[in-house]
């Protein structure tokens, strides 16, 4: 069964670089047709996709988030990352760490087979 668990700052200061690292158990972020997601829920909204890595390691990023987002990973670790910069307080979220194991995307919650806890990111002064 595959884990995942999701850590980071907790309290980032806005125009700083938020770095989010998604720790993966119980199985590899190589295995075929996994997408490894990062989605985030602000405080009292949705549920919004920030983007993925492959596990070809094929990135794709929100396009709203694009230009100030790089998702990447370490195959050594098991690990993937997400990187933010230039935060703003709109950016203050839980971010989970989220897994589908199939050919396509989606951007259905429902869709997805394995979920981290979520890490809250506060972007305070």
């Not at 884990?3 to 690292?21: A, F, M």
């Not at 990023?61 to 910069?85: A, E, F, G, H």
Request: aromatic residues 12%; charged residues 15%; positive net charge.
């Amino acid at each position: 069964q595959v884990q995942l668990q999701e850590s980071g700052p907790g309290l980032v200061k806005p125009s700083k670089t938020l770095s989010l690292t998604c720790t993966v158990s119980g199985g590899s972020i190589t295995t075929n047709f996994y997408y490894w997601t990062w989605i985030r829920q602000p405080p009292g909204k949705g549920l919004e996709w920030n983007g993925y890595i492959f596990y070809s390691g094929r990135t794709y990023r929100s396009p709203s988030l694009k230009s100030r987002t790089s998702i990447s990973r370490d195959t050594s670790k098991n690990m993937v990352y997400l990187q933010m910069n230039s935060l703003k307080p709109e950016d203050a979220a839980v971010y989970y760490c989220a897994a589908r194991n199939h050919p396509d995307y989606s951007l259905q919650a429902r869709l997805y087979d394995n979920w981290g806890q979520g890490t809250r990111v506060t972007v305070s002064s």
